[in-house]
């Protein structure tokens, strides 16, 4: 296909775009036609056609999420973004710091939460997850197991699970170093028995998406302190890890050795509970296929969250195209990856059109309540993407398209696994949920209705409550394992 042609079908595409979403009525004409201006390239040559119109595809799909200015009515916006700004508690949990080292040298920042250091907390009801003012809150996750609580299913109200035996993580195991002392320096580790010790807790690893960072787990760091001993970090060129080579696009392998460089550091003994959202799904398969014995002798349990194995090549995204429209799109936009980093000026502008133009539908892009998210909330979710540089998006944006790890699901088998989706989640569809389920014979499917791809954000409770008895089973599993059974 000539040059001409293939930008004239971008062009049409963006042109259809343009009249479903002004045509739904939360765009004035004024911002639908400057959105058509720079989209379409108005007197600029092709290149900057193609190259406004891959900016607006790359900001809307940032993060798997395009959750931008005009999520709410400019007021609530307004007073929500001052207030939480301000002394907003959402990603203000901190734990022990601690650093690893990518194979490229790239440093890669986690935290640690240890039970001993939340033991006080862990029977209270907390209002940190919230901001004090009508947001949501969650409680306090109490983790038992036994035998027989691998079958219970039931939510829990008050406290996620209880279940029978006894509490597990209360206190520090005997002869256990302290988090801040013995351990490396700045590490954050505190030393466990071997990966079949009996009774012992698994290290509960949690692995952010695109654009996010480890922040995003905020309602689940709140419930889970004080219960079970967890790692958070911040993928490579995200949050507080180090930039990696500017303008060398990441293949989801490398974020597989990434993230077992932090579990050699942060958890280099005992059972695993690994937990992945979007990207952060990818890399932890990433991590089975390239290390599938690892798996075997560490990992008790996973959980995959929003996400896919592959075959994100076909998703439209929802976006109002015919399929014509969303392939010429495509083919437009690994060509004008490259230049990205250059031309961050232009793609910024066809950000910010985009940002304008899908006003009160872009919030099905990060949430299926929409208008029942707390703005508090919505704020959030907004700033951890306003934090990630264009050119970090162009740099991972490659990757997903290439990602294909359907046969490394197989090193799970057999152990308990969470999958879970949000029903109107149009960045990785519910089916591709399936597809993982499918796969695992072991794992329970969990589809949560009315609910986006920030699952963890919009049904906090939900998400704790199933991530709880995953914990759970994952201690059954290994105690059955200590034993010699299956």
Not at 54 to 65: K, M
Not at 369 to 383: I, K, L, Q, T
Not at 397 to 405: D, M
Not at 443 to 452: E, I, N, P, S, W
Request: aromatic share 6%; with cysteine.
């Amino acid at each position: 296909m000539g040059g001409e042609t293939e930008t004239e079908e971008i062009a049409d595409a963006a042109a259809r775009a343009v009249a479903a979403i002004s045509a739904a009525g939360d765009v004035g004409p004024s911002a639908a036609a400057n959105a058509v201006e720079v989209v379409s390239g108005g007197s600029a040559p092709g290149w900057g056609r193609r190259a406004g119109l891959a900016g607006a595809t790359v900001g809307l799909v940032a993060a798997g999420v395009a959750f931008e200015r005009l999520t709410v009515n400019r007021a609530v916006r307004r007073k929500a973004r001052l207030a939480l700004d301000a002394a907003g508690p959402y990603g203000s949990l901190r734990g022990a710091a601690g650093t690893a080292y990518a194979e490229d040298g790239t440093e890669l920042y986690f935290e640690t939460d240890d039970v001993a250091e939340y033991e006080d907390a862990a029977d209270r009801t907390t209002a940190s997850a919230g901001d004090g003012a009508g947001g949501p809150t969650v409680d306090r996750v109490r983790i038992e197991a036994g035998d027989a609580a691998v079958d219970q299913d039931a939510p829990q109200r008050n406290r996620l699970l209880r279940l029978l035996g006894r509490r597990l993580g209360a206190r520090q195991a005997p002869g256990a170093e302290h988090p801040r002392g013995g351990a490396r320096a700045g590490s954050g580790v505190r030393k466990a028995g071997g990966p079949r010790s009996a009774g012992q807790p698994p290290t509960v690893v949690f692995t952010h998406g695109y654009c996010l960072n480890q922040d995003v787990w905020h309602f689940q760091r709140a419930a889970l302190r004080g219960a079970v001993r967890a790692v958070y970090w911040d993928q490579r060129s995200h949050g507080r890890s180090g930039r990696a080579p500017v303008g060398r696009e990441v293949t989801i392998d490398e974020l597989g050795r990434d993230l077992r460089a932090v579990l050699d550091e942060a958890a280099p003994e005992g059972p695993l509970v690994l937990v992945g959202h979007s990207m952060g799904g990818m890399t932890v398969m990433a991590l089975a296929d390239q290390y599938p014995e690892f798996v075997a002798e560490r990992v008790a349990g996973v959980a995959f969250i929003g996400t896919s194995a592959g075959g994100l090549g076909d998703v439209s995204y929802g976006l109002p195209l015919p399929s014509v429209g969303v392939k010429a799109v495509r083919r437009a936009v690994p060509g004008v990856l490259k230049a990205l980093v250059s031309q961050t000026a232009l793609v910024e502008r066809g950000r910010r059109a985009v940002a304008d133009l899908f006003a009160g539908l872009v919030k099905r892009y990060s949430f299926g309540s929409g208008h029942e998210v707390d703005p508090g909330v919505a704020r959030f979710a907004e700033r951890l993407i306003e934090s990630v540089p264009i050119d970090v998006v162009a740099e991972f944006y490659p990757a997903f398209e290439a990602h294909e790890k359907t046969e490394a699901l197989a090193a799970f088998d057999g152990r308990p696994a969470l999958v879970l989706a949000g029903e109107a989640d149009l960045l990785t569809p519910s089916g591709h949920s399936e597809a993982i389920a499918r796969a695992l014979p072991s794992a329970r499917l969990r589809v949560l209705d009315d609910t986006g791809h920030l699952s963890m954000l919009e049904r906090p409770h939900v998400v704790n409550e199933a991530l709880a008895q995953l914990i759970a089973r994952a201690v059954a599993y290994g105690r059955r394992q200590e034993r010699g059974e299956r």
